[in-house]
């Protein structure tokens, strides 16, 4: 998927994001802006110049990556969980929080730490770390075995 940039400078300045907030601002995409109510709202991994892997959040809209938290920032985007439109990203707020947080965001810790117990999640780590060449994190989140108790979570 390509990333709008035009579109997600668009978004920033009706949003107005906060830094390191990526989470709450895509949320605030498809909460607060009618064109974006039925669009998908992405917790994944970014790339930075090939190398440095990050979590990341952000929205999806007919094929599309607009992300109001880094507009302009060249990023490789690696989906994990996805929930579409308003509905979704409501139950998905309603899945239980673990114990060590009250936050909302991100939703996808609701799958053991790190979303490690989501397979969605999993892939994604595995390939955004892959791609930015370390094999050794990729290889375990790869060969990961979930807990029982928890894959029934899976988004």
Known sequence: MIKDIVESQRVKKIVRPRIKQCYANAAKVILALPEYADAEYVEGLAVI?????????????????????LPDKPLDYFPGLRFRGQRGLTEALRIPKPEYTDEDFPIFFRFGWGGIDSPEFRAALTAAYRYAGVENLAKYYENYQPREDVEALSA
């Open 49 to 69: 110049e090939k190398a440095i892997v990050i979590e990341h959040g952000w929205v999806e809209r007919d094929g599309v990556i607009v992300d109001p938290t």
